[in-house]
């Protein structure tokens, strides 16, 4: 091979010293000596954005991970220099750019601590495989730093040590090791000195990210092509990291209709007709709640999306209906690939329309998926996702499926061994026409965005609820989401306990694993254990390949029945609560999970763990993992929390024995809770009730908790129609006080609350309601501590 050593040596370059500086109201622009520009826009006082060229020209300014909803503006904006850099001061962060190489240190503006610090920094490679850039940044890696997020990653939640890439794969039984596997969510966040900051890459290129695996002291991130592009977001707090990047990629587009936070069954597949029936029967007959069913891709005519096989389904129509009577909802699922048939509508408009992915030179991108040869539909094309979106009319409008479920939209091709798309493929990418190295990571996201059209245009004026495999930052704006093809193996519970805190530490909140793995099937125990984990991760749906045997609550015999009950019914009596936790979510950008560095980074013991997570805001879950376990060792976060099961509190700052038999999932309650309960349902919306009930649990102190609530569908909350209730608890040596304050002009069915008092310190002689006292001579300390209220008090004093 003849090599060519003047592009050898070549190797990383760097930008020289700073020529040039010009300020455009928020954005500033560096020029250095050899021809890179380094744009800096100030985005928040908190969020700032790094953009840098090698060719004095920037890329069209388009993502399709930031939504046009972010907040911007600043407080303030300062910019100085002294001898060696430029310097500019927000209201939070203080950012200097050095006048030699445009290195950036980044402190913190309050404390001046230093938060972040480019080692090498920007540089670049040439790649003659490409013929582009390979954009390369690299930052000093602190004493203690931890890295945090980073989407689905199937390995321990502290990154640090570990090198990943970001290019969304179909995984079919995955591993602890594997990587990539279905998403790209290129946003991790570091901690350090107690101090939490995000970066947001945002590149769809196929990425790396080296969190001081290569070296000890360096964590850098780098893109097969596109623009070195970030965002630096600041917290100090790993929340508001968390809520920022959040606000940048978008929240949800609405509250998730109440029902899908119910409980899902699905198999690959139910059918024909009588099989689901009998399945739905099973549920109302077990009295095991559950609002809604799947169809895998059996519901079609060989496999072609839109279609059903009638032979199995007669009269779709009517079965959906029947089985909405009975409060399921059918879910159905699409794929990308469209099958290669002259006969087949879908396939013809297509192609007449001109709505096909295509090769670099010409023909059609041909790929084998479940139909055999398809074809597939450029997502990144707005007339194509007006097309796709409108293909739903039937499903929605008339047959009145409730939710869609979008799978293999990688996209995954079969018998090939990259899995995909070959690189040269064509996109439209808005009007910034690619291959597919820059559209591979946000293809299925496209799909997603346009199936989530289509549900909203018909199921109108009812919330869409869509599920999709592949992921880019940004997808939670449309979609729930779930884990992929997991095993059914204890390693496999851990990973889903991961993945699911790890998503949700990256801005998507609406995950949940397929309960019980999808290849191979659990044993009783491994089931009933992933179920309790499952109730508490915010999408709850049991799933499996159907190769291995049954999946249903019922398959494992009467005590895993039971125990299989038990949790779905505990996971519809929290049912308002996981609401309310969503109601932060979509408002605040707050993560429903929240794993214990989230929750108290302040504490190191912290750092490292990867069990435990708080559920919302006041419960602590911790799942047992290991077959035959009679307990665990758990860590109790700082603060005095209550076993859920015995009430009995225990101080935190510590590890713990917790014993947990297979009944019994470790749940501690946080000190100070109100946690809001509805009775039992065997669907959302069986039944109008007159009481909810206020699980109290004594602090001595004050604790706020909040309860959201709704028409749990629909839009009026969006026009006033909600009520959020603030319950301000204090707690005294004698004296127990709560008190409500409600905005928004929802009036919710129930008029009562069944207070439920856990852990008073003393027995109670008088109770005072808005200030009046009333007769409770026979309440019952320590035995059944409740009392009944109007839902509308303003002040409740319980006292000695
Ligand atoms: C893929 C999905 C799985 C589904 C199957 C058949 O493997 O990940 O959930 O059941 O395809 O559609």
Redesign the pocket.
């Known amino acids: 091979m003849i090599t060519n050593t003047e592009l050898e040596q070549k190797g990383n370059q760097f930008p020289a010293d700073i020529i040039s500086y010009k300020k455009n109201v928020d954005t500033l622009y560096f020029e250095t000596s050899n021809g890179v520009t380094l744009q800096l826009t100030v985005v928040r006082d908190s969020v700032l954005r790094f953009r840098y060229t090698t060719t004095s020209n920037f890329d069209e300014d388009f993502s399709y991970a930031i939504t046009k909803y972010a907040s911007t503006g600043y407080n303030h904006l300062e910019i100085t220099e002294d001898k060696e850099s430029y310097i500019v001061t927000t209201q939070k962060l203080i950012c200097t750019i050095n006048k030699l190489d445009l290195k950036i240190s980044l402190f913190d503006a309050l404390d001046k601590t230093l938060i972040s610090q480019d080692e090498l920094g920007f540089h670049w490679e040439e790649s003659f495989q490409y013929g582009t850039d390979i954009v390369k940044m690299s930052k000093v890696s602190h004493d203690g730093e931890s890295y945090f997020g980073l989407g689905d990653k199937p390995g321990s939640l502290n990154l640090k040590g570990k090198r990943y890439e970001n290019w969304v794969t179909d995984s079919?039984a995955y591993g602890k090791d594997s990587d990539p596997i279905y998403k790209a969510i290129p946003f991790y966040t570091g901690l350090h000195h107690a101090k939490a900051y995000g970066i947001f890459f945002d590149n769809t290129f196929r990425a790396f990210f080296d969190f001081a695996q290569e070296r000890k002291k360096v964590t850098s991130f780098w893109a097969q092509g596109g623009e070195m592009n970030y965002y630096f977001v600041y917290g100090p707090e790993m929340n508001d990291v968390v809520a920022n990047y959040t606000d940048l990629t978008g929240k949800p587009h609405q509250m998730p209709a109440l029902w899908t936070l119910g409980y899902h069954q699905c198999k690959?597949s139910y059918y024909p007709e009588s099989k689901v029936t009998a399945v739905a029967a099973k549920f109302r007959e077990l009295q095991i709640p559950c609002d809604a069913i799947y169809l895998?891709?059996d519901y079609m005519e060989g496999f072609r999306c839109f279609t059903w096989n009638k032979e199995y389904f007669p009269d779709p129509k009517r079965m959906v209906k029947e089985l909405m009577d009975d409060g399921f909802k059918t879910i159905v699922?699409i794929d990308p690939g469209i099958k290669v048939d002259k006969d087949y509508s879908v396939f013809q408009e297509g192609l007449d329309n001109d709505y096909f992915c295509k090769r670099a030179d010409g023909p059609y991108m041909k790929g084998k998926v479940w139909p055999g040869e398809c074809y597939f539909p450029d997502f990144t094309n707005p007339k194509v996702r007006d097309w796709w979106s409108g293909l739903f009319k039937e499903l929605i409008e008339d047959i009145g499926v409730k939710g869609v479920w979008n799978?293999?939209n990688e996209p995954a091709v079969m018998e090939v061994p990259n899995k995909t798309f070959p690189n040269d493929v064509r996109h439209d990418y808005d009007g910034n026409p690619c291959s597919h190295r820059k559209a591979h990571n946000i293809y299925g996201m496209q799909m997603a965005r346009a199936t989530y059209q289509g549900l909203k245009k018909f199921g109108y004026p009812k919330r869409p609820f869509v599920i999709t495999?592949s992921a880019y930052s940004g997808t939670q704006r449309y979609t729930s989401t779930w884990t992929?093809?997991n095993v059914a193996t204890w390693e496999h519970l851990w990973i889903a306990n991961v993945q699911a805190q790890r998503m949700a530490m990256s801005g998507f909140s609406f995950v949940g694993s397929d309960i019980g793995g999808?290849a191979e099937q659990p044993n009783g125990e491994l089931y009933a254990r992933w179920i309790q984990l499952g109730v508490f991760h915010p999408f709850c749906r049991t799933?499996s390949?159907g190769d291995h045997g049954e999946q249903e609550p019922w398959t494992f015999g009467d005590e895993i029945t039971g125990i299989v009950k038990k949790y779905i019914e505990l996971r519809y009596q929290l049912l308002p609560y996981l609401y309310t936790a969503f109601w932060h979510h979509i408002n605040d950008g707050t993560p429903i999970l929240k794993s214990l560095v989230l929750y108290d980074q302040a504490d190191v013991q912290t750092h490292f763990r990867t069990d435990e997570f708080i559920y919302g805001d006041k419960i602590l879950i911790c799942p047992i993992l290991e077959a035959y376990s009679k307990g665990r060792r758990l860590y109790l976060p700082k603060g005095i929390w209550f076993n859920y099961w015995d009430n009995m509190p225990s101080e935190g700052g510590k590890e713990v024995w917790i014993d947990a038999d297979l009944e019994t999932l470790p749940i501690f309650i946080k000190e100070g809770a109100i946690i809001p309960k509805y009775p039992i349902q065997q669907y959302v919306g069986e039944k109008e009730f007159d009481e909810i009930t206020l699980d109290v649990y004594y602090k001595k102190g004050k604790e706020t908790s909040t309860l959201f609530d709704d028409a749990h569908d629909g839009y009026d909350y969006t026009k006033g129609r909600y009520s959020l209730r603030t319950l301000k608890l204090t707690g005294k040596k004698d004296e127990l006080i709560i008190q409500q304050h409600k905005s928004g002009k929802f009036d919710a069915a129930y008029k009562t609350f069944k207070l439920n008092l856990i852990g008073l310190p003393f027995k109670i002689s008088t109770i005072q309601i808005d200030n009046e006292e009333i007769k409770f001579e026979d309440i019952k300390v320590n035995g059944d501590n409740t009392l009944v209220v109007d839902k509308e008090f303003t002040e409740l004093h319980i006292m000695a």
């Open positions: 079919y690959w895998d891709i699922i799978d293999m495999r992929g093809d999808f799933h390949s």
